[in-house]
């Protein structure tokens, strides 16, 4: 990479307490620069409790595209001690470094970082304004880094406009009193704002709400809600935007009724999903069981969290893999997937209600703790671009039967009400009328029908990608990844190849029926394999080494934080050498 290569890729890190703004400062960066032509990629972290605890905000943006948050920052903000001690150690060379001069901490500034001191709490009180201590600090970035002020001015305007003309005007002075207090000091870093490059018409979208939108381009009629951490938000995206089209939302009591309404709505002939988060999906392991049973189409997204038990509810982990392919009793099948972006959160949510419309299944979509609430760049979707299915319908001919065996083994679906379209829906075994039934030959014949639906998804779903040469000779290196760590490992795989080291990636976003032949035809051309993910035991891992011939060295973390590309580089590189 060359330092031109670096400066267009910026890096600014804003923290402090939770309750001190820092979550708005840091998304009016991040809108400002979309708007000024940029591409964008956020991560943030903040405590449960609503007010105090540590909080961060880190937006990384490019002309060109970006698939994670980065390795560390170029630029950090700190609003107050604790935010300087929590990233004093990333302060390395060349790093810039903002900070309250007036606050609660006297940082320790290494010679090689360039420092700019901005008496934020000061001036913020002097305006009479200190909740605005957030915008003295993002005018002084605004200054400093070269962040367009136009742009920041009308979204942090647009922002709080609804608490009132003296909000906006006292936040407006204290943004431009930071401006005024940076232009009092020599600038002496290197970092700027990439200058824009061409690109086609963008819209930034966080995760959740691109899940959001994805349903209802898929036709979504009913979604049942429980609020919960970090999955409210499609919620309340959906809540916004379903109703308009003749949809409802109903908040639930708790996750069990959330899923058994999505399931009652589904047997009306509507398509319907739910949102949680693992301790919900948890509760909702029986009714998955009876959608299986039922052969009702279902989309159950599952935003997952650090865990165990309530764990750590705003935090990242991949863990809910296990619970997501095997958490139900008895033996019932459903589909996985996951998704690496917020432009896959649109896109598989379409996919997730394609195929539980078509296969009669639940079909669980996961996403994760830092893909919900990170912001990206995304092209803007075309609605009319996306194949939509629908289930197959009875077509009143002879006697129904809901369960008939078929050659595709799909049986044709009736919505309650139609004529001679009489029909039960139960957990209990049936036979094909869905009378109940419990001859062993028909348990048999019944969960062969059932399963045997589910062999043809890996086909019908595209192949998983193989980042590299795909023809090349075989490669010393294949590193596995899913749901975010994709986006991770792209930029790992590219600085290995591009060091000279044979390495190529390979990514699954159908993980049950998992592609086994695919695993086996990408690793048939590595000498070696590595698995990276955030959990403790490894959990897509332990399905490689169950279902494949393959032995993938698994390469876990679970801090509540992502990986970053230079980590997976270094992990690389030790197996490399
Ligand atoms: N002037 C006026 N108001 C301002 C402001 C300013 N300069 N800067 C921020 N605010 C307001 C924001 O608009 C927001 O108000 P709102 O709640 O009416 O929207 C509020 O102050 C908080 O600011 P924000 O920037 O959104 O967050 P923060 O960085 O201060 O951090 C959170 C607070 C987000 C960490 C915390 O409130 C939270 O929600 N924690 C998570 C709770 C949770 O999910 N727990 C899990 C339970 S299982």
Redesign the pocket.
Known sequence: MTDEDSRDDLIIRIAGE????????GDFITQACARAGLEVYTFKT??????GGY?MYQTRTSSRPIYNHGDTFNVLCALNGEAYTMNRAALRPGTAFVYDSHGDFEPEIPGDVHAYAIPMTQAAKELGTP??K??VALGALSRLFGIPADALLEVLSG??SK?GDH?VDG?VRAFERGRELAAELTKTDPWHVAEPAQRGETVLMSGNDAIGLGALIAGLDFFAAYPI?PATEIARYVARHLPKRGGTLIQAEDEIASISQVLGASYAGKKAMTSTSGPGLALMSEMLGMAFMSETPCVVVNVQRGGPSTGL??KHEQSDLFLSIHGSHGDAGRIVLSVENVRDCIDLTVKAFNLAEKYQVPVLLLSDGSLAFSTQSVPYPDPDAYTIENRKRWDGEGEYKRYAFTADGISPMCDPGTPGGMHMATGLEHNDAGAPNYSPANHEAMQAKRFGKLATVVADFPQAEIDGDDDGDEADLGIIAWGSTIGVVREAVARLRAEGHAVRGFYPKLLWPMAVEQYETFAAKCKRLLLPEVNWQGQLAHFVRAETSLRPESYTICGGLPFNPAMVVSRAKEMLS
């Open positions: 939770g309750g001190e703004g820092i979550i708005s400062a903040f405590p449960a409790e609503v007010k909080a909740k605005a957030n915008m922002k709080f608490k909000v936040n951490t509810p705003t």
